[in-house]
Structures are given as C-alpha cells and as structure tokens.
C-alpha cells in the first residue's frame, strides 16, 4: 500500500480507442521501417550476424565467445530463420517485429503512468524516431534490445504496484528479462543500471532493510543466470577483439546524441538550419522537461524516465576516462526512453498551459523527427565508422554467373559481406597474411579458401577482386585487367589469365 501511495498511479480514464491507435501507428512504423530496410544492403555487420547463425547451436556459442558479442541473439537468429527461412524479409522482419513491439509496449507502459493522451503522443514521436527506426530493420541485436529494455521497464512498474500474490512472479519475470537482455546485448546492463537507481531513490527511506525488497532478490537472480555465460564473457574482455570504432563520450558525442535521435546526422554535418533546429530541441525539450517536473504529481515516474537515458551516457562517460566505448548503435536501445521523456514532458506542459506555443512545440518536434527519417530515408545504413556506403547487393548483381570465375575479397571484412549474395558453390577466396583469426574474423579462422598468393589458384582463368578504398593486393603479371566496376565504396576488378 505504501509503494501505491508514493507511486500516485495515474487514474485516468484507460480507453480502447488507445490501444487501437498506438497498434495502428505501430503498424505504419514497422510497414515504413520494412520499407527503408528492404532498400538497403546488408553490410559487414549484418552478414557476420547471418554467418555465425547459420551454423549448429554449439559452434554458435564457440564463435560468440570470440567475438565481443554474447551469443542470444544469434542463437535467436538461427531459430527464426530455420522457421521463417533466410530471405532478406525474412531475417529483417525478426528486428522490424522487435521495433513494432517495442512502440507498443512503451505506448501502453506511458499510457499506464501518464495517461491516453501523452500515450498516442508517444506513439507518434516514435514513429517519427530515425535512430529508433534504423535499427528496427538492422540484422543485428538492437531492435530485440530495445524491446527488452522497454518491456523490463514496463514489467517493473506493474510489479511495484501489484498485489503480494503476482508480485513474486511479475519480479521473477523482470529477473529472467534482465539476464536474456544482457545474453542479447552487454550494454544493456546501462539500462540495468538506470532501473537500479530508480529502485533505490524510490526506496530510498528504506535501505536500511534493503535485503527485504524484492527487486534486489530479482537482480541478483538475473546474475545467478549469467554466470554460465561469465568466463567466456571475461574471455571477451581480454581477446583483444573489440574494434577501434568506439568514441570518447565527450561534448561532441553528447550533441551528437541528440542530432542522431532527431535529424539522423552526425554533428559535424549539420548546416546552419539544422544546427538551428538542433538547438531548438535542445532549448525546447529542456523547458519542457524541467517544467513538467514542476507541474505533474507523477514526479516519480519522470525521474524514471530522465534515468532511463541519463544514466547509461553519465556510465559511458567515467568508463571514457579509461577507453572510449560509445557507438551511436551500441545506446540505440536508450533512446527510446528519451523520447518518452520528450513526449510525456511536452503532454504534462501541454495539459497544463494552454498557450499557443505550448499547443504547437509537439508538432514541431514531430516535424522534426520526419525531416530526421527522410534524411534516413535517403543515406540508409551509412557507415558512419567507416564512411562507407554499402552497396554488396550491387556488387554481386554485377559479378553475376561466376560459375567460370574465382572471387577474391581483398580481406575478411570483404569477404563476410560477400558471403550472404555469393552463391555457396561458386569459388570464393579472401586474402589474409595470417591464418588464425579471431573476433568477427573468427568464421574464417583456419580457412581453406585463405589466400597468401595468387599462385595458389592454379588453372583459374578469371579473377574477381573485391575491395574498398584503395587495392591492397597486388595482382600477379600473369593476369591482366579487363574491366572495373563500382558500387558505392566498393570494387570491382576483373582479370584475366594471359
């Protein structure tokens, strides 16, 4: 009784039209998210994720332990394609599924604590959300994340007002969804770590009897499930596997938060309108924050909210003291509970003022948030770490009956691209010095098609070499060049045998 009364549960009115609504808008955002996606190519990271789940459970398992990567979604991969097969459709719809269910959930999770309206307002935020969107049709564990992350969140908060008798098994629930969250993605554990704040500023008067809260039961459950999984994760820690992509959590990368989630663009390449309209979210979402905390008798429930997102950047930050580890992907699954704090800040002040300017901020934010999914709409799935432009579908239309042909990738990142467009039985090659590989290289650790020399392909008559940038092969003279194609940042050489 006494969580109820400092919870203050919202008793508006719970209609059906709501939910019809939010399910309604979260069809268009997965129809609109399939869209995007099925025009894109699948890049280095989705093929690896392809690769490593089409083989046996236990290989599976091996080669995540490589990797720096837990193996949950990969394992989930190979189940949904054994089910719904391999197609691109296919295996893109598992993420866009995770992202319709994911606005679901947060549109009935804000429904509960704020009411219908800020509810839909949610919703439609959401479905104006490019960094949430990008990553609903990624081949990777982002989409499936989130979706953990919210529905956790969701499951908390019924389990701190439930009655004694569902309370055990709503917080055995929440345990089993924190340890499969961290088996999908270990930068879960930053929303994990924002739940835990709330749970001990809610209970703050109390700590003294710590020991009897049942959410702390429920963590310490989720640890006993993942130690199984515990010395191949600090097997991970110490392979040396982790890729040089991610980035001190410094000012650059905090604006740069804010620009992905609203306009879909790195800092750096916003004009001057776009810089205008950054500021103003900034400017506007934080009046607004900081007004609907004065104004709502759900202060609780906000301060949940600004954990959601504040916590795991304010975590990345000490841990950029040490090593640099943010990637705009790795925190894509936390920027859903920044727009529910956007949202349900702008309904609260709303609701409570009724100025022209308090009536129009929400539509400039959704207007926003679309002019951020029609720059989505027109780079796709960018490589911003790389500055690439994916484009492998193209390069395998182009390669075509290879029947005759040995493909040569100038590396293994080619070479796992490649892998997913390639027919199985033509002969594929990739160049590497060394034969043990390990980290996203690790399916080809030992390779047989590994090459070290163009000697070793005999009688072969025609090469393809696959690269990007510059070519870091040099081919040998008893071949000559005959034609050269390029797609986005990659190309294509053909050479015949003399």
């Not at 994720?49 to 979604?73: K, N, Q, W």
């Not at 549109?107 to 219908?116: D, K």
Request: aromatic share 12%.
């Amino acid at each position: 009784m006494l969580m109820r009364h400092i919870m203050k549960r919202n008793i508006s009115h719970i209609t059906p039209h709501t939910s019809l609504i939010i399910a309604v808008l979260a069809i268009f955002a997965m129809v609109i998210c399939m869209w995007i996606g099925m025009r894109q190519s699948i890049w280095f990271d989705e093929a690896y994720s392809i690769l490593v789940a089409r083989h046996t459970p236990a290989e599976i398992v091996a080669l995540a332990a490589a990797d720096t990567h837990p193996p949950g979604y990969y394992l989930l991969l190979h189940g949904w394609g054994a089910i719904a097969g391999w197609s691109e459709f296919a295996l893109r719809s598992l993420s866009v599924a995770a992202y319709g269910a994911s606005l679901v959930v947060a549109g009935l999770l804000v429904r509960r604590m704020f009411g219908n309206r800020a509810a839909i307002a949610t919703a439609v935020l959401l479905l104006c959300s490019p960094l949430l969107m990008r990553y609903g049709f990624e081949i990777r564990m982002y989409a499936i994340a989130s979706l953990i992350g919210i529905l956790a969140t969701y499951v908390m908060v019924v389990a701190l007002e439930a009655r004694s008798r569902a309370k055990l098994w709503l917080w055995a629930c929440y345990s089993l969804l924190v340890a499969v969250g961290v088996y999908m993605l270990y930068y879960l554990v930053l929303l994990w770590a924002a739940h835990l704040v709330w749970l001990v500023y809610l209970n703050r008067s109390k700590l003294s009897h710590i020991w009897r809260q049942p959410w702390l039961w429920a963590y310490l459950g989720s640890l006993v499930l993942f130690l199984p999984w515990l010395p191949a994760f600090l097997g991970q820690v110490n392979n040396g596997a982790l890729a040089s992509i991610g980035k001190p959590m410094n000012l650059e990368q905090l604006l740069g938060v804010v620009s992905f989630n609203t306009l879909y663009k790195p800092l750096w390449q916003l004009n001057v309108l776009e810089t205008i309209l950054m500021l103003f979210v900034l400017v506007a979402g934080g009046l607004a924050i900081r007004r609907a905390y004065q104004l709502t008798t759900q202060k609780n429930y906000l301060v949940l909210l600004m954990l959601y997102s504040a916590v795991p950047i304010i975590v990345l930050m000490v841990v950029s003291l040490f090593k640099p580890m943010y990637v705009e992907r790795y925190l894509s699954h936390v920027a859903i509970g920044l727009v529910l704090l956007l949202a349900c800040s702008l309904m609260i002040v709303q609701a409570k003022r009724q100025s022209r300017w308090s009536q129009a901020t929400p539509l400039l934010f959704v207007l926003i948030g679309a002019i951020g999914c029609l720059q989505l709409m027109s780079v796709g799935n960018f490589n911003f770490q790389r500055m690439q432009h994916p484009a492998v579908d193209e390069v395998a239309a182009a390669i075509g009956d290879c029947s005759q042909t040995t493909i040569v990738a100038a590396d293994p990142y080619v070479a796992t691209e490649l892998s997913y467009y390639i027919p199985t039985d033509c002969k594929q090659k990739f160049y590497n010095d060394t034969a043990q590989l390990g980290g996203g290289y690790a399916p080809f650790s030992m390779s047989l098609d590994r090459l070290d020399s163009l000697y070793v392909l005999g009688d072969t008559q025609t090469i393809r070499y696959v690269y990007y940038g510059e070519p870091k092969l040099t081919i040998d003279a008893m071949y000559q060049q005959t034609e050269r194609f390029s797609a986005g940042d990659m190309t294509v050489e053909t050479y015949g045998k003399n």
